[in-house]
């Protein structure tokens, strides 16, 4: 018999006609995720799950599943959404997609730099507003990227390849990140620096850490207070790295100067949000990963992984145990 597997949404057909040709796939239509009760239904008696950042995974759902889940493959480097040492405990790998995403999300980061360094959605509303009537020596300044330091948190893939990007724009590197291997900061011109040293520094400061109970709130409002004024803040890696509230503060009362944001908490944010009508904040809607490429390699591992899982082989791309 066939194993049989829940998707969760509709990924792109590289990795679905995989998972169509090796599995019974019972596949969730719709544009909205399923709600964490349908989940649960819908994965009782099923082999594996492939599933994305918007699905809760938590024991509870796990053991609703049945003893004979075998592998749960997520579409996405980050797993926050998922309990895995509550899966581990129970005997069932957990995939993700790392390396394939890396550029895309480096592109990202630095698209976002770029367009809040520049100030690239005011100049568009400034123009569809009529206000373009002339050129104007002091509107609409912004700030340079050559020359200023660009501090980078969290010196893994994608760090490293947002640190690639940055030095063709001869931006000073520096970068926390407690893992990093000296040797490799050398190699790419980075400086490892403290946590207080990287806020203190940066001009434009980047997020690429995992959300973990360690990074959850890394930016709070002490940290925020002793980034420069003129500082840019961007991040794609997890909105709950960033105390989001205190943010907010910091750009209304230009404890730094602005923001450039994938992520946010929540995702999605209300149409109402405050974060939104800030002049100094740029807010896309969880794109890092969004090329049409990427999103066909990302839906290829997952149905890989999956596939290795319910076919009781290790995971090409397995999320290690918690520590
Ligand atoms: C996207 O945010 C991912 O983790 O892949």
């Known amino acids: 018999m066939r194993p049989s597997v829940f998707v969760s949404r509709v990924i792109p057909e590289a990795g679905l006609s995989l998972v169509r040709a090796h599995c019974e796939a019972d596949i969730w239509p719709e544009v909205m995720p399923p709600p964490y009760q349908v989940l649960q239904e819908r994965l009782r008696g099923k082999d594996g799950l492939l599933c994305t950042l918007n699905d809760r995974i938590d ?24 309990d895995v040492r509550a899966a581990h405990a129970r005997g069932i790998p957990i995939g993700n997609t790392p390396g394939v995403l890396t550029d895309a999300t480096a592109d990202l980061a630095f698209a976002l730099l770029l367009c809040a360094a520049r100030r ?34 969290g010196l893994g893939r994608i760090g490293q390849a947002v640190a690639r990007r940055a030095r063709g724009f001869d931006l000073r590197l520096i970068a926390c990140s407690p893992d990093a291997s000296p040797e490799d ?43 420069k004024p003129s500082a840019i803040l961007v991040n794609t890696s997890r909105g709950g790295v960033v105390d989001q509230p205190a943010l907010i503060e910091a750009l209304r009362n230009g404890v730094i100067a602005g923001a450039a944001l994938d992520v946010t908490d929540p995702e999605p944010l209300p149409a109402d949000h405050p974060l939104l009508s800030l002049p100094n904040a740029v807010v896309v809607p ?15 591992m997952a149905a890989e992984n999956l596939i290795a899982g319910v076919s009781g082989q290790p995971l090409p791309h397995a999320v290690p145990p918690p520590g």
Request: aromatic letters at 6%; charged letters at 20%.
């Open 185 to 227: 900061a050398l190699k790419l011109g980075v400086e490892l620096v403290s946590f207080d040293e990287l806020l203190r520094q940066s001009d434009y400061l980047t997020i690429h850490v995992p959300l973990n109970p360690q990074t959850r709130h890394l930016i709070d409002a002490a940290a925020l207070k002793q980034m």
């Open 59 to 82: 024991a509870a759902l796990i053991d609703s599943a049945g003893p004979q889940l075998k592998v749960i493959s997520q579409m996405a480097v980050g797993y926050d959404n998922i």
């Open 120 to 153: 690239l959605v005011e100049g568009i509303e400034y123009i569809r507003a009529g206000r373009w009537i002339t050129w104007e020596p002091m509107a609409l300044l912004g700030g340079d990227l050559s020359g200023a330091t660009l501090g980078i948190l």
């Open 286 to 300: 969880h794109i890092g990963s969004a090329s049409r490429r990427t999103r066909d390699h990302m839906a290829r």
